[in-house]
């Protein structure tokens, strides 16, 4: 008995490699480092937005100063980062309390403001694997 790829003909293999090849659009993966004020970010979200409105957003956790993202549609995206506090972990009921009450941010440089030069930057994705460092700083500087 021969293999049931045997019976296709080579017009249909040509036009099989034609639809997997080049009738598919790859999606992306970027992947890099984040950093505000020349300190890796601690924790937080980079957020990849489509600049024409259409496809959808695609977006990552920020760890230790690391993302990475796939599925990514290529084209031109606006690119936001949003930091998060770093909150040590309670092992007490009370330290549990202590850190539920509503305290303002201590260091104010692991959470990037919006307007930080760097941030919100239009940037091209292609579809494959990529990297892309962003190194954000105080506004104005």
């Not at 692991?110 to 506004?139: C, H, S, W, Y």
Request: charged share 20%; net charge positive.
């Amino acid at each position: 008995m021969r293999p049931w790829w045997s019976h296709v003909g080579p017009g249909a293999t040509a036009v099989l490699f034609l639809l997997v090849g080049c009738g598919v659009q790859r999606s992306g993966t970027v992947q890099g480092r984040v950093a505000y004020d020349g300190k890796s970010l601690t924790r937080g979200v980079i957020v990849f937005v489509p600049t024409d409105g259409t496809g959808s957003a695609c977006g990552g956790l920020v760890r230790d100063g690391e993302y990475r993202v796939s599925g990514i549609q290529p084209g031109v995206k606006l690119v936001t980062i949003k930091a998060a506090p770093v909150v040590p972990e309670a092992t007490t009921s009370e330290a549990m309390y202590e850190r539920s009450a509503v305290k303002p941010v201590e260091d104010m440089s692991q959470l990037p403001i919006p307007k930080a030069a760097g941030n919100n930057a239009e940037v091209t994705v292609v579809a494959g694997d990529q990297a892309m460092d962003f190194l954000l700083r105080p506004a104005g500087r």
